[in-house]
């Protein structure tokens, strides 16, 4: 068994405070724009087989129970019970907390005391804009307000989080088509349409205000997160602003590129501010892990890699990402020990970086006590 120390999972949303019905936690299982196939739940899926698969023993039942009883298991204990016993089930140190998603969500300080480890905060830059917005009268306040918003979370948070789903598609688009930074006219202008149109609500969307708010993370001194994959756009149409970043000492953080974690790898290899996310992936993909996984092995230099669970939502996503990245990891490493290819020390000392050391290096954790 390869021994890892406390996980630092670098990316993960806060979780549910409500107790939840069957078809409410089954929409919670994967995104979906729709209901599943007819005679079929979510639970059929990789996803939910893995949460069978890992979560009931922590709830104190046998793996594989049908999810009537788990649920029924779930209620008895009660959602703040079984959320504690989630999250401290998983073997996580350290959580580093997106706090820009709505809902009934905890935040990084109960999310810490329910799951007995460290939470720090990730910020979203476009909701530090929204947030300007509301409290500015003119362009000129508005941008001079939103520069302050950047400095005062640089001071607080660990890191920059860059919308993902819908909004990570945004930032995907805006930062492929012009990866340099827009000019002062061009922010001036984007910001003046914005907020004429924001009278009618809506999220930051421009392209110029979204490279702008970009810019500015990268002169905050703080990572960036940037998020990848089917959800988001492909990692390789960041290489653009990967490029014209380099050497400027912003550290560049791929989250959740599957299915194009080759990718995300291989920036991670070519570019020496860029690490890759290899740890969301594996929740979803259930039984496969362990193959993708090493796919990521493969491509890019372990002190590049880092875990991410990618928990939103339900306790279940946030202690299934973690147990799977453990066991997917002691298979694929294990297996190259016991073929020759690796010795057990050198297996050890490479499950220790990506499990939790390349973290606390890149986001500077353990200097914030």
């Known amino acids: ?32 724009a729709g209901p599943p196939a007819a005679g079929t739940t979510f639970f059929d899926t990789q996803t939910g087989f893995a949460v069978r698969r890992w979560c009931p023993p922590l709830l104190g039942l046998e793996p594989h129970c049908a999810p009537v009883r788990y649920l029924a298991r779930r209620r008895e204990l009660g959602a703040a019970e079984s959320a504690r016993r989630l999250l401290r089930g998983c073997g996580v140190g350290a959580r580093l907390v997106d706090t820009g998603l709505p809902g009934d969500l905890t935040g ?10 460290e939470a720090f905060e990730l910020v979203r830059p476009e909701l530090l804009a929204e947030q300007a917005a509301d409290t500015s009268g003119t362009v000129a306040a508005f941008l001079a307000n939103l520069a302050g918003a950047v400095h005062h979370a640089a001071a607080g948070a660990v890191a920059f989080t860059c919308g993902a789903g819908e909004a990570g598609r945004a930032w995907t688009a805006a930062l492929e088509a012009a990866p340099e930074p ?8 984007a910001a003046g349409r914005w907020l004429a ?31 990848t994959g089917a959800e ?7 290489t653009g602003f990967v490029r014209a970043t380099e050497g400027l000492g912003a550290r560049l953080v791929l989250i959740g590129g599957y299915p194009q974690h080759r990718q995300a790898a291989r920036l991670a290899a070519a570019f020496p501010h860029v690490h890759a996310d290899l740890g969301a992936a594996l929740g979803p993909t259930g039984a496969r892990a362990a193959a993708v996984l090493a796919e990521c ?10 875990f991410s669970g990618g928990g939103r939502q339900l306790p279940e996503l946030h202690a299934v990402g973690a147990l799977v990245f453990r066991e997917s990891l002691g298979r694929v490493l294990g297996g190259w020990v016991a073929d020759g290819s690796w010795s057990w020390r050198d297996a050890e000392r490479v499950a220790a970086m990506v499990a939790a050391g390349n973290a606390r290096r890149v986001y500077r954790l353990d200097e914030r006590g």
């Open 232 to 238: 988001s756009g492909a990692p390789e149409r960041l």
């Open 108 to 117: 990084p300080k109960e999310l810490a005391l329910a799951g007995g480890a």
């Open 182 to 189: 827009p000019g002062p006219g061009e922010v001036r202008g």
């Open 197 to 227: 149109a924001r009278a009618k609500g809506g999220a930051v969307r421009d392209p110029v205000l979204l490279r702008h708010l970009a810019w500015s993370a990268v002169s905050s001194g703080l990572p960036i997160q940037l998020h």
């Open 1 to 32: 068994m390869i021994e890892t120390p406390p996980l630092v999972d670098q990316y993960c949303q806060g979780v549910l405070r409500t107790e939840l019905g069957l078809a409410t936690f089954e929409a919670q299982l994967i995104p979906s």
């Open 297 to 306: 092995l493969e491509t890019a230099p372990f002190g590049k890699l880092m």
